[in-house]
């Protein structure tokens, strides 16, 4: 190559180089400069975002932003405060709704954001309140310009104003002339105690209510009009039936506030479904399947834990607001005496089908009448169909022979195991008995009985009248019980 234009190559080289590292150079300075200064003063450098670094001035939060700790904020540019400030006249001009509401855009640590991104980070602001991110959008506002950079911390230019919202509980209180919010108010119910007022809330209901005021949780929740409300708490009510009056004694446990109570437990249901996300069936809070009819929405409002639909129709099915319900054998409330422990077995057994079949077994307990005592809650006024599984005879089992054993239901209306029932033959009798033929897995009809009134049904599993220790006639076996209802 020639020598000349060799050097021309090396001279034009060096040139390039040193060019490209001043513009490096230069690029390294400005980025350090903006890495070195602190959240508000990036903020208060940008003319646009000029009205919301002001409110952070006025509030104090200039401070915060300015000190050690890491942070990311939501930064409506001026146009977005203009468009607030229209909406809500009064709303930043007073000092502690203009605190919320800066508190609102700013959550500790630092989140920077995938633009493309479909993933909900849902964070915890200043004010205590939570947020959803998702991608490009802040709440129902829109991201202009993510990932800003500062000594320590990220913050984002919104286009739009994160309207500091009510949880669910509170917004509720919007719509006190409904019956439905009448009927939620009443669950709380005054006591007189030694002359003070005292106000009461139910342990099933204090549950619902405490999610619904939770901020690190989010529902969707149905606010019926009255003509549905009407029509979905009449079509139960009969099943919630007590002999508790109102003023009484028991004001959580009348016909009225059970009837309420429930009906207001599956209109609550965990997790944010919005118009884009919403099935044609949810499952609530208290596990009822909850029937969803888009076109019986006639309106919408977000919560700052959920949103809130309002709907013309809400047709539960029957069956699933009433529904069946197992004892299982191995879940006993009591026996009658406790020190036959060496005889209770709590068995897993495969039948000749090969299905896993578990129960509870007392053999060789040597007391006439022994008893295994059983307790269901929240039973509901219907008629049941009573079956059961109760299986003696597979491998290992020494109950290889056929015996009798009885099941009582506790009349709740005179607290004697006599309640009434009609047996498999339609007979009238105050016991169901079960002779268990070896090996036979299958269900065996008992027969039906008739709840009197809503509440916690009693149930014992009887051994027959005989204290020997080696006969094989006081056995008792019971896999699981099943109530069927019959509903119309």
């Not at 006439?368 to 307790?375: A, H, L, N, V, W």
């Not at 109950?399 to 004697?416: E, M, S």
């Not at 014992?460 to 019959?486: G, K, Q, W």
Request: aromatic share 12%; with cysteine.
């Amino acid at each position: 190559m020639n020598k000349k234009i060799y050097n021309l190559i090396a001279i034009f080289s060096l040139l390039l180089l040193a060019a490209c590292k001043d513009g490096w150079e230069e690029h390294i300075e400005v980025t350090n400069t903006a890495n070195q200064q602190n959240l508000f003063e990036r903020i208060n450098s940008d003319p646009s975002l000029s009205k919301f670094a002001a409110y952070l001035q006025s509030t104090k939060y200039d401070e915060v932003l300015a000190s050690s700790k890491t942070y990311t904020v939501w930064v409506p540019d001026n146009a977005a405060i203009d468009a607030f400030n229209s909406a809500h006249p009064d709303y930043l001009a007073n000092p502690v709704t203009l605190r919320y509401f800066v508190a609102y855009h700013i959550v500790n640590t630092s989140y920077t954001l995938r633009m493309s991104g479909t993933d909900t980070l849902r964070l915890r602001t200043l004010s205590s309140k939570y947020i959803n991110s998702i991608g490009a959008s802040f709440e129902e506002t829109t991201v202009s310009k993510a990932n800003n950079f500062a000594a320590n911390g990220v913050y984002h230019i919104i286009s739009g104003t994160a309207d500091p919202k009510d949880n669910l509980w509170n917004s509720l209180r919007s719509y006190e002339s409904t019956l439905q919010y009448q009927a939620l108010a009443s669950l709380d119910t005054a006591v007189v105690i030694n002359g003070d007022t005292v106000i009461n809330r139910n342990a099933q209901w204090r549950s619902v209510a405490s999610a619904m005021s939770s901020e690190s949780s989010q529902y969707t929740y149905f606010v019926l009009n009255d003509a549905a409300f009407s029509q979905e708490t009449n079509k139960i009510a009969a099943y919630y039936a007590t002999d508790y009056l109102p003023g009484g004694r028991r004001p959580d446990s009348t016909t009225q506030f059970l009837t309420r109570l429930n009906m207001l437990r599956d209109v609550l249901v965990p997790g944010l479904y919005t118009p884009d996300r919403l099935p044609d069936t949810l499952l609530s809070v208290a596990g009822t399947k909850v029937p969803v009819k888009k076109s019986a929405i006639t309106g919408q409002r977000r919560t700052s834990n959920g949103i809130i639909y309002f709907v013309s129709e809400l047709p539960y099915r029957l069956k699933d607001r009433v529904p069946g319900f197992r004892i299982l054998g191995q879940s006993p409330s009591g026996f009658k005496q406790n020190d036959k422990s060496g005889n209770i077995y709590y068995r897993t057994k495969v039948d000749s089908l090969g299905r896993v079949i578990k129960d509870i077994e007392v053999y060789g307990h040597g007391v006439s009448e022994f008893y295994i005592d059983y307790r269901k809650t929240n039973t509901h006024v219907v008629k049941y169909k009573v079956y059961v599984q109760a299986v003696c005879g597979l491998l290992g089992d020494p109950q290889v022979n056929a015996y009798t054993q009885r099941y009582q239901i506790r009349n709740p209306l005179n607290g004697l195991y006599t309640a009434p029932v009609l047996t498999n033959t339609g007979a009238a009798a105050n016991l169901f008995t079960q002779t268990l033929v070896p090996k036979n897995s299958d269900e065996v009809y008992l027969g039906e009985y008739t709840r009197p009134k809503y509440g916690t049904l009693d149930l014992r599993l009887i051994s027959a009248a005989s204290t020997s220790t080696s006969t094989i006639i006081n056995t008792l076996i019971l896999s699981y019980l099943r109530f069927e209802p019959v509903l119309p």
